[in-house]
């Protein structure tokens, strides 16, 4: 029992630890030049190790040292109230309310498409290349376009951002889904025929049961698309609220520790939603009897 | 090329259940299949003709690429003859596939890894829009007709391929239908679970009296289970023998130590090698 444990977990636990080291050891690397220059205009000699020493405190580090941002995440979610401004839990609320909305905008979104274009010859052939072209044009650049016209006709808020979301994470579900409920092979579809099955009964019992592994990888690229998709929505907005308006904030001011906590809570928002995903996949599939 | 018309045929010794039905629950005449490739037409099939007579169980042997498996297509309607006209029960292809006058087992089991072996089962019933209770007594009685009782909550996966393959036939039995239509159902299997198929398919045939059309590329297999055999050649794919079997409808496993047997599995084998040589 304890051994299967460590066979799973000590890999991460050393991949973690690798991380860890490396990013200390950048640390002191790129934050030495900004030690020595500061203690030449004072006119004081460093040792070594009270260089290292600074490049862990330095206020405006250009890599700030793990527990550096470690303790700016603790001060700005456990010790701020929720409804603060300042804190990281408040502006990670903000930036999951329209992930998750662009997610199922996309998710829903990107499932139509995939039925049409499975069960429609005319999208068959005019969708897909659509939808490569809509994921070629850089996201950076229409953006801020999105959120302006919306704005124009009088949407603004969470939907701009979540258009946005859903911009980016219905592709991969187009993508997987069309792969997904062509996955029932001649013999299978044959059999429905044999059984005079209408239309809907073949996407229901066999179409769409196919198309669940294939929908469910999906969906995880989704979510992590959604994420990535809200933090570029609150960039125009005027950096007002969520992680992206934090990243933007800190780059204005030089504030890199606030940069990487927002970063650091914005891999971890993905991780768990990402993981969510994976469990109801787990579960899922588990009772379809499709792992064994 | 030989003529196959066999005429309406005299219901063997045993099987005179239906005497009164004369008219053939499966007729093929004059059936012609060309599919058109990259590489030119493949005749398929062509002028085919034959009758199959109620409760008759029919085996379909040949060479590989000689049309068997194209012919009970088109018998089920998942393929249209170029030429010529089939009916089954009387109607159309389609019409009876329609109808659900026929059940279809494909050469491999074909069962939905995401449903146990009864919703598997219940699959078709679904389809047909039947009462969950009528589900439920089909589901129990065909399971006990493959001697798979107690499996109806087990996965595909947790099956052998022998039981997986008798699901499938379990599947196909389920609705009712009066034809049984089957390509190499026991294609993949070693030959003691084969024979053990054999006979229970035996036992299944004669206590549903239903009319059965049987895929394979056994000699003995053929001549085991059929009341009629049909000797396929290929390009263009044709029937070049009819064999009536003249063994009893009881058939126990060691039959094919007779002479009588013996002699009928020559006769095929000659229909075979007749095939190849005028294909030479
Ligand atoms: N969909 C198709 N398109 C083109 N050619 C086909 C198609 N289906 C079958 N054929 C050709 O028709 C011929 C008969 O095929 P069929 O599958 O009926 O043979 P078979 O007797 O069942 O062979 P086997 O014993 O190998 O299963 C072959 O030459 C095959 O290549
Ligand atoms: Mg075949």
Known sequence: MMGKFWYKIGPIIVVVIAIFV???AAAVGLNTAWAKDKAKRAGVELTTSEIIKDTMSQKKPKLPAPHQVGAEIWKTTVEKKVTSKRSLIYHSSVTLSSTLLGFVMGTSLGIALAVGIVYNRTMDMSVMPWVIASQTIPILAIAPMII????????SGLLPKAVISMYLSFFPVVVGMVKGLRSPD???L?????WSASGSQQFWKLRLPSSMPYLFTSLKIAMA????????????TGAVAGLGARLLAGSYYGQTIQIWSALIMAAALAASLVGIIGMIQAVVLKRMGMVQ | MAQCQSGPSQPHSASGANILTTDPVISAKNLSLTFQTNDGPVHALKDVNLDINKGDFVSFIGPSGCGKTTFLRVMADLEKPTEGEITVNGVSAEEARKARAYGYVFQHAGLYPWRTIGGNIRLP???MGTSKSEQDAAVKEVLELVHLDGFEKKFPWQLSGGMQQRASIARALAFHADILLMDEPFGALD???????????LELWARTNKTIGFVTHSIPEAVYLSTKIVVMSPRPGRITDVIESTLPKE?????????????IAHRVRDGLRAGHEDDV
């Open chain 2, 191 to 201: 030959e003691i679970v084969r024979d053990h198929l054999n006979e229970q398919l």
């Open chain 1, 186 to 188: 001649h013999m299978q």
């Open chain 1, 190 to 194: 044959d059999q429905m025929k044999t």
């Open chain 1, 225 to 236: 698309a959604a994420l990535v998709g809200a933090i570029i929505g609150e960039l125009p």
């Open chain 1, 22 to 24: 490396l990013w200390y």
């Open chain 1, 148 to 155: 302006v016209v919306l704005n124009a006709v009088g949407i």
């Open chain 2, 251 to 263: 058939r126990p496993l060691d039959i094919r130590d007779s002479p009588e047997f013996i002699e």
């Open chain 2, 125 to 127: 019933l679904e389809i």
